[in-house]
């Protein structure tokens, strides 16, 4: 294992900011931490560099106990948000600044300076100032400079998210790309579960300074272990088990007591009666070109989304008002006691 947490609990003041989290990373695996806004994620990051000591538990590095030692020691790349580059010096500067600090022969550095221009893909831009570059670029510059030391870990915390959503969604297939040829053991934090999908290896799931989960985005997206976690990784309709769309299908639990979760993809609608479909009224529908999202209301006012792709709305000409079949998929349910994440619907 590259890293493992052990234990690890912290609080500032009388908040727990983290509480109890226990994790391993293999070494050369990219994974994500995930969670919404204030569930520990940047805390269990700057925990990991060394910029925060834990109350209790440990952080072992390969085989190393680093929980004491400080930045410096633990031999780690790390990329902020608002990273902010030496404005003062250019682009070729600006990477090799660690490398010098560190009294690497200027042969060496010159070297491994236009080595990570090439793997962040700004050759004949390193006499630029960071002012004369944009936003994404600004960004990759930042992991180069983190990566020039060959740190053992990278750590990025939301790097890409001051950046507008197209330079974004290019940034998270470069990401994986460098990852591929550098495979250096890396931890991105983000609250965006698109970006943790289409980057990561592993998602570790944060909640209340609490990890949820951990596993592959398969793993996150078709099993979730919570209710938190199904409602935070995708859109999500939740519902009483005692109601008759269940009851058709045999997954109501005897007592209702429970919350049946399910896809707004994982449903079927149909147009004309039949035994295994229960009767819904279209309240709205929404055409976002690649998608239709169908607003579908239950006898008894409950709500449900539905999500078409085209060529099903196409072959249902669907209409508001209209009524319609439905039968729920891939049910999962849950006591009602969990907690929900805010988000979904
Ligand atoms: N230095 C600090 N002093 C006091 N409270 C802090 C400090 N650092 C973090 N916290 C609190 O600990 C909680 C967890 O913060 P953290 O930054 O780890 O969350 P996060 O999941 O990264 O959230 P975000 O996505 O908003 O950055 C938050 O409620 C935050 O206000």
Same mark, same amino acid.
């Given at each position: 294992?590259?890293?493992?947490?052990?234990?690890?609990?912290?609080?500032?003041?009388?908040?727990?900011?983290?509480? &109890?989290?226990?994790? +391993?990373?293999?070494?050369?695996?990219?994974?994500?931490?995930?969670?919404? &806004?204030?569930?520990?994620?940047?805390?269990?990051?700057?925990?990991?560099?060394?910029?925060?000591?834990?109350?209790?538990?440990?952080?072992?590095?390969?085989?190393?106990?680093?929980?004491?030692?400080?930045?410096?020691?633990?031999?780690?790349?790390?990329?902020?948000?608002?990273?902010?580059?030496?404005?003062?010096?250019?682009?070729?500067?600006?990477?090799? *600044?660690?490398?010098?600090?560190?009294?690497?022969?200027?042969?060496?550095?010159?070297?491994?300076?236009?080595?990570?221009?090439?793997?962040?893909?700004?050759?004949?831009?390193?006499?630029?100032?960071?002012?004369?570059?944009?936003?994404?670029?600004?960004?990759?510059?930042?992991?180069?400079?983190?990566?020039?030391?060959?740190?053992?870990?990278?750590?990025?915390?939301?790097?890409?998210?001051?950046?507008?959503?197209?330079?974004?969604?290019?940034?998270?297939?470069?990401?994986?790309?460098?990852?591929?040829?550098?495979?250096?053991?890396?931890?991105?934090?983000?609250?965006?579960?698109?970006?943790?999908?289409?980057?990561?290896?592993?998602?570790?799931?944060?909640?209340?300074?609490?990890?949820?989960?951990?596993?592959?985005?398969?793993?996150?997206?078709?099993?979730?272990?919570?209710?938190?976690?199904?409602?935070?990784?995708?859109?999500?309709?939740?519902?009483?088990?005692?109601?008759?769309?269940?009851?058709?299908?045999?997954?109501?639990?005897?007592?209702?007591?429970?919350?049946?979760? *399910?896809?707004?993809?994982?449903?079927?609608?149909?147009?004309?009666?039949?035994?295994?479909?229960?009767?819904?009224?279209?309240?709205?529908?929404?055409?976002?070109?690649?998608?239709?999202?169908?607003?579908?209301?239950? +006898?008894?006012?409950?709500?449900?989304?539905?999500?078409?792709?085209?060529?099903?709305?196409?072959?249902?000409?669907?209409?508001?008002?209209?009524?319609?079949?439905?039968?729920?998929?891939?049910?999962? &349910?849950?006591?009602?006691?969990?907690?929900?994440?805010?988000?979904?619907?």
């Amino acid at each position: 294992m590259a890293i493992v947490i052990k234990n690890i609990s912290k609080h500032f003041g009388s908040f727990r900011a983290l509480d &109890s989290v226990n994790l +391993e990373i293999e070494a050369g695996s990219l994974v994500a931490l995930l969670g919404p &806004s204030g569930s520990g994620k940047s805390t269990l990051l700057r925990l990991i560099a060394g910029l925060e000591t834990p109350d209790t538990g440990a952080i072992w590095l390969r085989d190393r106990n680093v929980t004491y030692q400080n930045v410096q020691e633990r031999n780690i790349g790390f990329v902020f948000q608002h990273y902010a580059l030496f404005k003062h010096l250019t682009v070729r500067k600006n990477i090799a *600044f660690g490398l010098e600090i560190n009294k690497v022969p200027p042969r060496e550095v010159k070297a491994r300076v236009e080595e990570l221009l090439d793997l962040i893909q700004l050759t004949g831009l390193g006499d630029r100032y960071p002012s004369q570059l944009s936003g994404g670029q600004r960004q990759r510059v930042a992991l180069a400079r983190a990566l020039a030391s060959q740190p053992q870990v990278l750590l990025l915390d939301e790097p890409f998210g001051a950046l507008d959503a197209k330079v974004r969604k290019d940034l998270r297939a470069w990401l994986r790309r460098l990852h591929q040829q550098v495979h250096v053991t890396t931890i991105f934090v983000t609250h965006d579960q698109q970006e943790a999908m289409e980057v990561a290896d592993e998602i570790v799931v944060m909640n209340k300074g609490r990890i949820e989960q951990v596993g592959t985005p398969d793993e996150i997206y078709d099993s979730p272990a919570t209710p938190f976690v199904m409602s935070f990784i995708g859109p999500v309709n939740v519902l009483p088990s005692n109601l008759r769309l269940f009851r058709v299908n045999g997954d109501a639990s005897p007592d209702g007591n429970s919350q049946v979760f *399910f896809r707004p993809h994982d449903l079927l609608i149909e147009t004309s009666p039949n035994a295994a479909g229960t009767a819904a009224k279209i309240g709205y529908l929404v055409n976002l070109g690649w998608q239709i999202e169908a607003e579908l209301i239950l +006898e008894g006012g409950y709500t449900l989304q539905a999500i078409l792709s085209r060529p099903q709305f196409e072959k249902l000409k669907l209409k508001t008002g209209q009524q319609v079949y439905i039968t729920p998929k891939a049910v999962k &349910s849950f006591p009602q006691t969990h907690q929900l994440a805010a988000v979904g619907l």
